[in-house]
């Protein structure tokens, strides 16, 4: 699966006035990447990631997946935001199954798929509560899950981890990068989180605010089966200073600007 955004601008209107969210957003997501994109708060990260899921359009500019322009949100996109997108009504196993409805599955084929989301996400012990009698981390389990009933080609992750608990978002990471590795699926990731970006990322963008654009672009030359001990290796610590050297030299242009 191959994203391609090709000079996307975004203009929101607020009273009346135009400001705009994205300028000249230029990015390509290859088949398999775990691409993360850095940036403040404000500097469009959901803009994009909402522009990606087709729930807003571009003001200008092109976004295709693998050549189709997107047109609105589809099955071959899973989103997670970072918090409440759950049915409070339905038990574990049916809010994953719910991403399954829209699609035309046999009931066996519909089986399989959610047993083994629940599985590999951790959760098939309380596939029957509701969401409320789970802790944070296991909500964003189930949020996961759904996403990836579906198979999609490209999962979209807004800040996913950004309510959690250290422990718990470390677990997440572990979790999000062995589900990479075992499905093979791409994921685009946007994050304030500069470790995060670092530990979770094949590739890390930075985005610059005001209007938000792509500032910087680096590989992240860590292992594929990383763990949370490459956290603490030297390489690990030198690549996290430089993002974050870039995070703020964007910022200063705009304060000197
Ligand atoms: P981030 O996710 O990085 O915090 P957003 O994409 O939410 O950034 O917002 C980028 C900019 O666009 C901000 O200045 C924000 O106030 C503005 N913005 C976002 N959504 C809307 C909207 N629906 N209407 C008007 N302005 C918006
Ligand atoms: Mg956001």
Redesign the pocket.
């Known amino acids: 699966m191959t994203l391609e955004l090709v000079d996307v601008c975004k203009d ?1 209107r ?1 009273r009346g006035q135009r ?1 705009r ?1 994205l300028d000249g957003v230029s990015l390509t997501v290859s088949p398999r990447e775990f691409l993360c994109v850095v ?10 990631l909402s522009l990606v899921a087709g729930l807003t359009t571009p003001t200008s500019g092109e976004i295709t997946v693998e050549g189709r322009p997107i047109t609105g949100p589809g099955p071959d996109r899973g989103l997670v935001f970072q918090t409440g997108s759950l049915y409070p009504w339905r038990t574990v196993e049916r809010n994953v199954a719910f991403g399954l409805e829209l699609l035309a599955l046999d009931t066996a084929e519909r089986r399989r798929r959610v047993d083994w989301y629940l599985a590999e996400t951790g959760l098939a012990a309380v596939r029957r509560s509701l969401p409320r009698q789970l802790s944070g981390g296991q909500q964003q389990r189930v949020a996961i899950a759904r996403a990836l009933v579906c198979e999609p080609d490209v999962l979209l992750l807004d800040e996913p981890f950004g309510a959690l608990d250290v422990q718990t978002k470390e677990d997440m990471q572990l979790l999000i990068r062995q589900i990479w590795r075992d499905t093979g699926t791409t994921v685009l990731m ?1 994050t304030h989180d500069v470790e995060e970006a670092v530990f979770l990322g094949t590739r890390v963008v930075v ?1 610059a605010s005001d209007p ?1 654009r792509v500032a910087a672009e680096t590989r992240i030359p860590l292992a594929d089966d990383r763990d949370l001990t490459a956290k603490r290796t030297p390489v690990f610590h030198e690549l996290r200073a430089s993002v974050e050297d870039l995070v703020r030299a964007s910022h200063r242009r705009e304060v000197i600007r």
């Not at 940036?39 to 994009?48: E, F, I």
């Open positions: 929101y607020v400001k969210a940036g403040a708060s404000g500097s469009g990260k959901s803009t994009l946007v985005l938000g």
